[in-house]
């Protein structure tokens, strides 16, 4: 069996999950846990795919869904950080209010035609054997969310923004005490965040899954959460479990097509409960790791 195909599948149809994890960790590591990714990309998705339709611009499409993922991360925002309220409950309302939304506004839109991302293969690039199908052979979604693994990680670890971001989450006192101002901070990066699921909602509906329909991308975002603290709330090691997922994906499909006889449901749900065995069994070994 030839997994390059297999892998090239995996690395690209991870990429609105890349996009979605690394919003949640910008907006995690400010101190801000925006559990409403399940809503916020569902309603994202629908929003960009109904704007590119309507404008026939893939770019108008992107940025409605950048703004819907902005709009909602703000009522996230404006609850927690200036009302002070519980960030859990809120983002739970809203990441249900968000996917019955995308059902109610989304319904003229369901399973019609509309635009889609093109292929973007890099010229000499492509051609790399092996490196070439996996990574120069997608479309510029894909090279985005690799600039976005590798810039958010140098900005993390290598700038002083970035150090100042993990100051803002982990030790918001001692940021403040070195002049900070620690809740317009949160505030930007949780937008910043929301944002980035928005992007990753419309890479859903124009791109890896095109088109619309009720609930378009269920289950998605509470992976990305998921995948947010499988990772560490490191960029390129949420990126990894993105990945995974993609390859768990991927297999299951594969897996679908050999073995016929077993009812499809089951190579369908089967990635995310992988993915929860996995993230249970990291979780343990890490906490073994630091009672040690």
């Known amino acids: 069996m030839d997994f390059v195909p297999i892998l090239a599948t995996a690395i690209a149809t991870s990429t609105p999950l890349v996009f979605a994890s690394v919003g949640e960790t910008f907006s995690e590591r400010a101190g801000v846990i925006n559990l409403s990714a399940e809503g916020t990309i569902m309603l ?4 960009g795919f109904a704007a590119a339709r309507a404008t026939d611009s893939l770019l108008v499409g992107f940025a409605a869904a950048a703004l819907t993922g902005v709009a909602v991360a703000l009522i996230v925002a404006f609850g927690s950080i200036t009302l002070q309220k519980s960030q ?5 309302v809203l990441a249900l209010l968000g996917a019955d939304l995308s059902s ?12 889609t991302v093109p292929e973007l293969s890099i010229p000499v690039l492509r051609d790399i054997p092996v490196l ?4 120069f052979r997608g479309d510029a979604l894909v090279y985005a969310s690799y600039l976005l693994v590798i810039g958010s990680t140098i900005y993390f670890y290598g700038t002083r923004a970035g150090l100042l971001l993990r100051a803002t989450g982990e030790k ?7 002049g900070a101002n620690v809740s317009r901070i949160r505030y930007a990066y949780t937008l910043l965040g929301g944002a980035l699921m928005g992007i990753a909602g419309a890479a859903f509906s124009l791109d890896f899954k095109a088109g619309w329909s009720h609930r378009h991308t269920a289950g998605y975002g509470w992976i990305a959460l998921a995948i947010v603290i499988f990772g560490g709330w490191h960029p390129a090691k949420v990126a990894a479990g993105a990945y995974l997922f993609g390859i768990l ?4 499909t594969v897996a679908q097509s050999a073995i016929p006889q077993v009812p499809t449901q089951v190579f369908g749900v089967a990635p995310f409960a992988l993915m929860i065995g996995v993230l249970v069994v990291t979780s343990r070994r890490r906490a073994g790791g630091t009672a040690e």
């Open 44 to 47: 994202s998705a629908m929003t």
């Open 88 to 92: 859990i409950a809120i983002g739970f």
């Open 104 to 115: 109610v506004l989304g319904n003229p839109f369901v399973r019609v035609p509309g635009p």
């Open 172 to 178: 918001p006192t001692s940021a403040y005490v070195r």
């Open 132 to 135: 070439g199908p996996l990574l």
């Open 249 to 252: 994906q991927s297999v299951a």
